[in-house]
Structures are given as C-alpha cells and as structure tokens.
C-alpha cells in the first residue's frame, strides 16, 4: 500500500507541474530566484504548494480540513473558484461565485454515484460573475466516493479537466492515508486496551494482598503501598495518548516495583542505570513495564534464591537502548518464536508480543524487540527507541513536525 501511494504522489505532482503550472509560469515570466530553468521553478512551486496543502487532509474530509486546504488546491489550479464537498453539502467554497454552489450540488448527482468526473455550463444572472463552467473530480477512497473536488473558471478547458483529476487523485491519496492513520490508531488502541486486560487482573489481586497484609502490622507501610497502588494503576488506565515519555514510563515502573519488592520482599533486588538525557524520549504507552513484569515473573519463578533485575537506558546517538535483564529460568528460544508470532497464550511471555508487534508498527521491523535466552540462564531483552520519529510525541508534549 505504501508503495503504491508514494507511486502515486510521484507520478501525480510532476505532471501537474510540467502541464498545468508550466503554462502558466512560462507565459507570465518571472523572477525564478536562482533555482534554474522554468520548469525546474514550476515543479519547486507545484511540490511546495503541494505540501502545504497536504496536513489538513491528512486529518480526513471535514468542514475544518477542507476549509484549511481548499486555497492551497485552488493555486495549484489556477481556477477563479474550487470547493470541496462531500456526500452532502459543500464544506467549502474558495474563490468568487459562491452562490453557485446550490446548482454544483445539484449538478453532482451523477460523478458521486458513478465515481466519473464531468464537466458542465454554469447558468448565472449575475453580469459581473466571471464563472462560466465547472469541473467536477470526485474523491474517492477504496473504490468508494467520498466527496468532490470542483473547479470552476470563465471558459472550458481541456487543461484544467486533466489538472483537476489529477488534483483530484493526489487529494484521495490524502485522505486514504487519513484513513490508514485512523486504523493503525485504533489498533494500538485495540492492543493497548489487550494489554491491560492481560496484565491487570493478577497485579491488582496480588497488590491488594500485600497492602491488606500491612494493614495491621504496619500502618504506615500499607498508606505508602497504596499510593504507589494509585499512582501505578492511574497511570495504566489513563485515557489520552498513545505515547508518553521515557520517564513517565520508568516513573511508572517504579511504583510497580515498589508493589512487587513489598510483596517479595529480599528475594528481589533491582538496579537501574538511566542516562537523564534519554528521559524525554517519547515511546509507545506501556511499552515497557510489560518487559519488566515478564522479568520479574520468569525471574521468581521456580526459583528460592535471589533474583536480580536490571534496567538500562543509554544514550546511543539517535536512539536510545533500553536494557532489561533477569537472572531467572529464561526460556527455550523457539517457545519464544512462537509467543511472540502469537502461537503461544499470554501465559509464556507478559505482553512480550504485544510490546514486539507495537515497536514494529510505530518504528518499523528494524525496531522490534532483540531477546537473549535459554533454559536456565535468564533474559535480556533491548529495546532500540529512535530520538525521532514521525508522529510518535508524549500526549504532554507538542508534536514533532
């Protein structure tokens, strides 16, 4: 799908710049500000102009997107007007001639249901109305209309037809990108909402065991519990944002292990090495305190000596590594192929799918977790979070452009 879309971009924005654009600029010369022939500045213009018209889209087809666009796409034309619409109603009309908007929905009948672009005369009684005719370029997204994009101008022209579909293709391209958005949002949703569900039940009765077993015996320790209790579960159940930073997520950690040591008591003992200039890096929600449930889990289990953890964060250039490792049972290497291809219940690896498949998705395959283990000789896991990536910001922070 990427690349089909990114195809698509490419193919569609030169030939908007070397037909349409290259026209226009070429009969009216200018000042083309050291970046070479006419048609070099005529494709710098169209890809910019392009750009700029491309965030607002890329947030679906409203009123608001479409308001925010609409003057960039009538540039692009070089019409007199342009709205975009969609099922319905017009959401925005660019340009002079507004009152024609009750005849170009009444004349878009035809190109939404059949997903066919037309054009047709404009009637108008108004003598200082430059419009004459429209074009209409439905916008479609899987094969299914959602709207349309019409250019209106004083004449027909054959030009503005071919420019208008064109502009009309690289707008649907925006928008099925909004919708691949929107999906891949309501799967991390969908996995975080898993996740808790997985991990909750068992950690809320044996935290609610400890802090009962202080209640009597030491009053005070039982209050500190259960803010830590509080605070931890506050933060997992929180309802914004599908990313934080490094250190709500080590914040968090740390009241769970506050939970985890009253309740083990000696036989659990932790280290960790933060470097302070990774803190702010942003990551996927509650993508590591499942690493470290699963380490505290397989390093206890089965054994009546101490267990060790250990928790890393290094600064490694444009990354940050982030290291968990246990002294406990570890696993046999291809029990853990298969949980985290999903062959395998929850029950042999807290959260560890989950947590690989979600770096994946927000980073890329390259990101996905890196396990050492065998039977009997414990697990470090790695986790390679970049500084930077595209859309991935802490729900307290700004987005990164």
């Not at 003057?71 to 969609?86: M, S």
């Not at 219940?345 to 890329?364: A, F, H, K």
């Not at 697990?379 to 859309?391: D, F, S």
Request: charged share 25%; aromatic share 6%; glycine share 8%.
């Amino acid at each position: 799908m990427s690349g089909f879309v990114a195809g698509l971009c490419v193919a569609v924005l030169p030939l908007l710049a070397a037909g349409f654009w290259l026209g226009r600029r070429t009969a009216r010369p200018e000042s083309l500000g050291g970046l070479g022939t006419p048609v070099e500045h005529a494709t710098f213009q169209t890809l910019h102009t392009a750009s700029l018209a491309a965030p607002p889209l890329r947030a679906g087809l409203t009123e608001e997107t479409a308001r925010r666009s609409a003057r960039r796409l009538r540039t692009l034309l070089g019409t007199d007007a342009l709205c975009l619409t969609d099922q319905d109603t017009v959401l925005v009309w660019d340009g002079v001639g507004a009152h024609h908007r009750d005849e170009v929905m009444e004349r878009l009948g035809g190109p939404l249901e059949t997903g066919r672009g037309e054009a047709f005369r404009l009637t108008c009684d108004e003598p200082d109305c430059p419009l004459r005719w429209a074009v209409v370029a439905p916008l479609t997204v899987d094969e299914r209309v959602h709207g349309a994009l019409v250019a209106c101008a004083p004449r027909e022209s054959a030009v503005l037809v071919r420019a208008a579909g064109e502009v009309a293709r690289w707008v649907s391209v925006q928008l099925e990108l909004a919708d691949l958005d929107r999906s891949r949002t309501r799967l991390i949703e969908a996995e975080i909402k898993a996740l808790r569900a997985q991990i909750s039940p068992h950690f809320i009765f044996n935290s609610l065991a400890v802090i009962a077993s202080f209640v009597r015996t030491d009053p005070e320790r039982a209050r500190d519990l259960l803010l830590e209790f509080a605070d931890f579960t506050r933060y997992s159940f929180r309802r914004h944002g599908d990313f934080t930073t490094l250190a709500d997520e080590l914040h968090a950690i740390d009241h769970y292990l506050a939970l985890v040591r009253a309740r083990f008591g000696d036989r659990l003992s932790v280290t960790l090495q933060i470097a302070p200039e990774v803190l702010p890096v942003a990551l996927p929600f509650l993508c590591l305190q499942p690493l470290v449930e699963n380490a505290v889990k397989h390093g206890l289990e089965g054994k009546t000596d101490k267990s060790h953890i250990s928790i890393t964060a290094q600064d490694a250039g444009a990354e940050a590594l982030v290291v968990i490792e246990d002294n406990g049972i570890g696993m046999d290497p291809e029990r853990l192929r298969r949980i985290l291809s999903g062959e395998v219940g929850p029950s042999g690896g807290i959260g560890l799918s989950n947590v690989d498949e979600r770096l994946r998705q927000v980073y890329g395959d390259d990101h996905g977790l890196v396990i050492e283990t065998a039977v009997g000789a414990g697990m470090k896991i790695t986790a390679r979070l970049p500084k930077y990536q595209p859309g991935v910001h802490s729900a307290a922070g700004r987005p990164r452009q």
